[in-house]
């Protein structure tokens, strides 16, 4: 038996290895701003599904990156970030109002439901505020 632990052990420490190998092979994005980070981002996401050997994402990678690289402008990304926390904003905005309705009704689960998903909105809204400013 204890052989059979220091093998699931070993596995373990290969699997847990080669895990960590395609992030630590990535570049780091987090200085590159606009289109130049969404390029590094896709080319990182490109080298950890060829060394997965997932070819079909790869490929699909690829044609993303050409894309992007074809039809990226900072002035659009940047418009389309501001276009989409505004539109997080307004769903928080809807959130809070069904919270607030909920309360009004009393009935206990109703107000766990909206306040979940109120918190959802307020996590994808500070998301979006994050990706704004990159």
Known sequence: MPSFIKSL?????????????????ATDCSAQRGCAAKFCEIEND?????AQNNTRREAGLRKALAEARAHCTDSRLQSQREADV???????????????????????DKIEKAQRKLEEAQKEYNDSLVELNR
């Open 9 to 25: 052990t070993a596995a373990a420490a290969v699997c847990a290895l080669f895990g960590a190998l395609p992030a630590q092979a």
């Open 46 to 50: 490109i080298a950890a599904a060829k």
């Open 86 to 108: 505004r539109e997080k904003q307004t769903k928080v905005s809807e959130r809070e109002q069904e919270l607030k309705e909920a309360r009004a009704k009393g009935k206990q």
